[in-house]
């Protein structure tokens, strides 16, 4: 690039082409970091869905524990909510440690971990209360995210990626106690009075796929129930990994996954990867509480309680087909609602339901009947419904397709009624849309026409409807005018008058433009000179101009503004004195 034989100016384009690399590199770096940040927000948002997905399970276990209609449900419940009890512990534990390691990677990175809240890097800290819950962190408050010396360092292969120490070892152990923990619970918890189930861990961290893996698990799998084996090799899969991995393709021998995982790691991306291993846990968990909860059925409830329900649309279109669901809070599977209708008609019956069909007029549509079902002895239970929809009548509008204008650099106001649904929605080719209240705001792009659709949407038949597409055209925005104080051009402007306008007129609507004189030329005829400035102020020179000019004179001013939509646009005016 520089070489002895190379001319000065050589050299120097060689130079600049080194910057500009740097440059690049620099730019590429700052994505990627950011990339991670994206990333790690989708794993917390993740973890809460699975540490929901788990609660709602326990949840229901629960309700049953609580039911001492079935004494027998009860007990068996009972005891599956202590196991889950168990797991919920050892998960709470492996969520603390892998919390713990994240804010220790943080304090060596020299980020401050005291604060917490919406501007800070931890957004709600981690709460004894909620065990299983990590804590909510933003990494784009992460001053430090391209530091990889020190994740290296609490993650201990700092000196020897191919045996980590310290907290790399302790992340590996624990993950894979959990791991034989969770699969021996999972077994022995199905065992009964007449059958003793257990699973002993062969604690698999070599292997060439997962086929392979599945391989090896199934060779310990004789004294676990039938029932448990899939969801039990689901989970088992799900929290194994090679602990040897290969190096990079130029380098020879194997790494500890720990080291391959962290090794000159961004913080940001080691964040991401321990929560991402949190992520696998709180699946894992949610898994074996779902298959726990699994062995208790639920068609063994009774119910004490009937109401008759009956949902359906709220509004409706003019000769639109409705359906109308009608059901018992509780049902028996095997004993079908008998529906009758008042208003329509008997579509079907099944899955505990009645399903309607009737044809909206030009008011509103009422529906009645009733439903019955048979209880234990065969004694019939009726009840009514009812169901009210509101019939919206489609309607017209005028408009004016000459004047479809949008202009670019300006914050179109579009209102949009799809007349007849009760939801409207607009989209758009060649222009951006974006909702503000009950309007949209159009944001037109670089051609000269785009197209706004308007779609409707009737909740009577759960479907959109396209209403028409419209074509606009796009315009630069207009030339303001200049104003000298309150004068317009052409009107007799005031000598005492210091400011320069510009905006426009009564002849254009567009309210919400905004300019500013940025410099201008005032030039009078008989006058030594033009009298040049910057901003909107009339400089002393141009007052003493404006006082000495003879009375009837005319005075120009050229100005260039810049606001809404344009920069450095010129305008120009002329005034009486």
Known sequence: MAGGKETPRQKMIGMMYLVLTALLALNVSKAILDAFVAIEENIQISNLNEYGRGEEKRSDLKEVAEDKSAPDVQKKAKALLIVVDKIDKMTAEQIKLIDDMKTEILKTCGEDVTKTGEGAIIVTPYNAKEPLKPARMNLMHVEGKDKYDEPMLVMGIADDLKNPSGNGKKLWESYNKYRTDLSELIASSSTTSEKKYSFKDPKINKYKDFKDL???????????????????????????????????????????????????????????????????????????????????????????????????????NANEEVNIEVMMAAFDSDKQPIVTVNGGSLKETHDGRGFVTAKAG????????????????GVPKTMPWEKKIVVMKPQGTVSLPDMRVLYRGYQNVVEAV????????????????????????????????????????????????????????????????????????????????????????????????????????????GAPKTVTGTGSTLSAEAMRFLKAAPKGSQVGFSCIYSGTGVKNKIASSMFKL
């Open 214 to 316: 599945k391989g090896q698990l199934e060779k310990s799998l004789k004294s676990v129930s039938v029932d448990d084996q899939e969801a039990l090799i689901k989970i088992y899969q799900s929290l194994t990994k090679q602990e040897r991995v290969k190096m990079e393709e130029n380098e020879e021998g194997e790494v500890h996954w720990i080291g391959k995982t962290f090794d000159h790691s961004p913080s940001v991306a080691a964040l991401a990867s321990l929560s991402s291993l949190q992520k696998e846990i709180l699946t894992a968990r949610a898994d074996a509480v779902a298959l726990v909860r699994g062995r208790v059925g639920g068609g063994e409830y009774s119910f004490n309680k009937i109401v008759a329900l009956a949902y359906g649309p709220e509004v409706a």
């Open 362 to 377: 030009g008011s509103e549509l009422n529906l009645s009947g009733t439903i019955t079902i048979l209880n234990k002895s």
């Open 418 to 525: 799809a007349s007849g649904y009760d939801q409207t929605s607009v989209s758009g080719s060649g222009v951006t849309l974006s909702k503000s209240g009950a309007q949209w705001i159009a944001s037109p792009g670089s051609g000269k026409t785009c197209k706004i659709t308007v779609s409707g949407k009737s909740t009577a038949s759960n479907k959109t409807v396209s209403l028409g597409s419209f074509e606009f055209m796009i315009k630069s925005m207009p030339k303001a005018e200049i104003y000298w104080g309150q004068a317009a051009d052409g009107d007799k402007g005031s000598i005492t008058a210091t400011q320069l306008y510009a905006r426009y007129g009564d002849g254009i609507p567009l309210t919400k433009a905004k300019f500013q004189v940025t410099q201008w030329a005032m030039s009078i005829p």
